[in-house]
């Protein structure tokens, strides 16, 4: 009994250490880059990318094929031999019988054509468009779980600070209360403090609601249950509590994986330019066959009396009049191409004026951060001479309040700088596309 006592806790042991395990940013990045449900969409598209490289490929290898039929003719086909030939009147002939089969085996062989070797040039773009839309939803996953994590925490600074702010009104009403009593305040006095404490009791259960939206939200860009509960360490983390702006070393349009995206688009359309031009091209193709075929005005001999043939040869086909058609497809797909060539160079511009505002947001998010932290440190400096004074009788309520409300004000700024600092880091790594260095520097 004592064994099976003993063995049952060392199997419950690696449950509770994964129960107390605290989940840093880089742990739920990790989590989610192998549990997000997106994985799977995007690596399927890599493998219909092999499929689709392997088909067109199949196109320029042997096929083979094999054909069989059986025919009652219910009324047999007759010709006409004119006269003259075997005697002076027409004469009807029959050339096959009520029955007859054949089966054929063919094997065809594409030696040259051009449209098809073109389209096998967009193999590796194929493959090279999957792996990147791999990157991506992997860069979509960091910046969501990121962002999802940074505000968990601003929720719980949001906490920590608002349930600072109730102790001190709470102490305040204590003391509101006795002095009312002692008949030395009045109730309207009191009433301000509670009202105060009553609409911080509010803003606490908001942002509890907010903080649990917010888990529920990491949960699901990391692929995590909803039901089990996460223990998010974004108390203690260093990086987090005193965040410093990235070193960037400046902005290089091809680290965006958009931007790789659509000049393999480009690279795509340009062989589908060539392909549709390579279709006015002769095809040539080799053919070997083998078959029997079988009368009989019955079934036995139809079957059973087989007479063999085979043939080899070459097919040459020579498109003549599908110019028209054949003409407008490439006047499209060529001014696709164009197109893209001109929406890549948009994109140039497009991926460096966000870059630019991003790393203007962010220098701007990290000076008003450093300021609101200041502001917070002033109005409590304030708030402890106002008390002090309050508490000596030489100012009132009113004045209390005041400083009370100055630092709620300054701790919602310091909370709205610090979400804002975080987002623009986010979007500052997502401008530059390095948002998988970002990760591993975690």
Known sequence: MKKNTLLALICLLP???????????????????KNNRSNAVYENEKRAADAKA????????????????????LKVQQSIIPAGIFGPDPV???FTQKYNTNGVAQLDQTI??????????ANKYNKQQADLNVKKNEETIIYDISNAYYQIYVYREQLRLTKENLETYRKQMEISQLQVKKGVTLQKDLDKVTVNYNNTISQIRVAESNLALS??????????????NLPVDSTSNEKINTPVAPVNDGFAVGNRTDYQLSQVNTHLLEIDEKRIKAGALPRLTGYAKYGSVGFGNTLGPAFRDQNDYSAIGLKLTIPLFDFFKRNAQYSQAKYKRLNAVE???????????????????????QANLDNDKRNIELAQSVFRTTDLQFKKGVTDLTDWLNAQYSIKDSQNNYLNSLYSFYQARLDLEKAAGTLKTFYSTL
């Open 15 to 33: 449950l509770q250490l994964l129960a107390q395990q605290q989940w840093s940013l880089k742990d739920c990045i990790d989590y989610g880059l």
């Open 343 to 365: 929406n890549l160079k948009l994109d140039e511009g497009k991926y460096q004026m966000e870059y630019e505002n991003a790393n203007t947001k962010l220098i701007k998010a």
């Open 54 to 73: 392997k088909e067109a490929l199949a196109d320029y290898l042997p096929k083979v094929s094999l054909t069989g039929t059986f025919d009652d003719n």
């Open 215 to 228: 888990q529920n939200q990491l949960k699901y860009n990391m692929g995590y249950p909803i039901n089990t």
């Open 92 to 94: 009807k002939v029959a």
């Open 112 to 121: 040259y054509d051009q449209a098809l070797l073109t389209g096998l040039q």
